[in-house]
T-cell receptor
Framework: GENVEQHPSTLSVQEGDSAVIKCTYS??????FPWYKQELGKGPQLIID?????GEKKDQRIAVTLNKTAKHFSLHITETQPEDSAVYFC?????????????FGKGTMLLVSP | DVKVTQSSRYLVKRTGEKVFLECVQD?????MFWYRQDPGLGLRLIYF???????EKGDIPEGYSVSREKKERFSLILESASTNQTSMYLC??????????????FGPGTRLTVT
């Protein structure tokens, strides 16, 4: 089955700095790669996703890049703010016409200090 | 807004008890999922359902069963709770086969402690 490795497990940055979280996956058939943010006491929430026919996607301060050849994808957060502090999970999936089951990485705790 | 609700935020049960965790979504989603979340292990899929009365095993189904009698409700059942099932349980839902969207919407979680 699919295996997703995520690094680092914790990341501390100063407000305004950039943060990068990296993931690798094992199944070359995976074609859907979402990123979820989990704030304390809440369930994870999708922040951005990318499909295998695209190399990069941006949404304001957040971007995701995908390298299919190397089987890795990364989350980039620019101009970090204290409210970005949370646990971030990457996931990989073979998305078919009906549903996708996600294999998650183990998570990265991001702490943004003012 | 999509809302996924879980019956309890905190639950304490004894070893050997039968435990029911309930999840309800209000957006007519076809797909529903149960995960457990443990520190350092991330989220792991227990079971999922893509239609009423349909269920599929995830990565760690042992010791669990599920029930989906109505589209909006997905129940996770621990037939005989054990201490190694102490965990945070997360329910999620997603649209379905005609939507082209795979976004999963999560509930707030149930923290289950088995003593």
């Amino acid at each position: 089955g699919e295996n997703v490795e995520q690094h680092p497990s914790t990341l501390s940055v100063q407000e305004g700095d950039s943060a990068v979280i990296k993931c690798t996956y094992s199944d070359s058939a995976s074609n859907y790669f979402p990123w979820y943010k989990q704030e304390l006491g809440k369930g994870p929430q999708l922040i951005i996703d990318i499909r295998s026919n695209v190399g990069e996607k941006k949404d304001q301060r957040i971007a995701v890049t995908l390298n299919k050849t190397a089987k890795h994808f990364s989350l980039h957060i620019t101009e970090t703010q204290p409210e970005d502090s949370a646990v971030y999970f990457c996931a990989a999936s073979i998305a078919n016409s009906g549903y996708s089951t996600l294999t998650f990485g183990k998570g990265t705790m991001l702490l943004v200090s003012p | 807004d999509v809302k996924v609700t879980q019956s309890s935020r905190y639950l304490v049960k004894r070893t050997g008890e039968k435990v029911f965790l309930e999840c309800v979504q209000d957006m007519d989603h076809e797909n529903m999922f149960w995960y457990r979340q443990d520190p350092g292990l991330g989220l792991r899929l227990i079971y999922f359902s893509y239609d009423v009365k349909m269920k599929e095993k995830g990565d760690i189904p042992e010791g669990y069963s599920v029930s989906r009698e109505k589209k909006e409700r997905f129940s996770l059942i621990l037939e005989s709770a054990s201490t190694n099932q102490t965990s945070m349980y997360l329910c999620a839902s997603s649209l379905g086969r005609t939507s082209g969207s795979y976004e999963q919407y999560f509930g707030p979680g149930t923290r289950l402690t088995v003593t």
